[in-house]
């Protein structure tokens, strides 16, 4: 039976070890990861319970960054500890513009125009 317990408690042990030490290492990670981004950097942060906040890179330390939150109404910056980091991205900030988008609507613009002075010229005959 002492045997047994012993294993036990060495493997539950080796385990909780492993991952506060895994643990350290992403929040490690992380840090290197936001040291890189610029402040003032439009950033999305997700955290490791689901939670998704965007905002204004304001400050980054030893523990965590600091966000200032893009909303409407003026709200105090927020704090997220690496620990509990699980994403952080640079916002692209694109609003779903792109080429193709702006093309299509020339494109479409273009069209409409055309076949209006087409129209009009049947019309004055």
Same mark, same amino acid.
């Given at each position: 039976?002492?045997?047994?317990?012993?294993?036990?408690?060495?493997?539950?042990?080796?385990?909780?070890?492993?991952?506060?030490?895994?643990?350290?290492?992403?929040?490690?990670?992380?840090?290197?990861?936001?040291?890189?981004?610029?402040?003032?950097? #439009?950033?999305?942060?997700? +955290?490791?319970?689901? %939670?998704?906040?965007?905002?204004? !890179?304001?400050?980054?330390? $030893?523990?965590?960054?600091?966000?200032?939150?893009?909303?409407?109404?003026?709200?105090?910056?927020?704090?997220?500890?690496?620990?509990?980091?699980?994403?952080?991205?640079?916002? #692209?900030?694109?609003?779903? +513009?792109?080429?193709? %988008?702006?093309a299509g609507?020339? !494109?479409?613009?273009?069209? $409409?125009?055309?076949?209006?002075m087409v129209?009009i010229a049947?019309?004055?005959?």
């Open positions: 039976m002492r045997p047994t317990a012993l294993a036990l408690v060495v493997s539950i042990l080796a385990f909780g070890a492993s991952n506060a030490l895994a643990q350290q290492n992403e929040a490690a990670a992380w840090r290197d990861v936001a040291q890189v981004i610029p402040l003032g950097t #439009k950033v999305k942060v997700q +955290t490791t319970d689901g %939670k998704r906040i965007s905002g204004t !890179l304001m400050r980054v330390d $030893g523990d965590g960054i600091m966000l200032k939150r893009n909303t409407r109404r003026p709200e105090p910056a927020q704090s997220v500890a690496f620990a509990d980091m699980s994403k952080l991205e640079r916002d #692209k900030g694109g609003n779903g +513009t792109n080429i193709a %988008k702006a609507v020339g !494109l479409a613009v273009g069209a $409409g125009v055309f076949v209006s129209l049947l019309q004055l005959d």
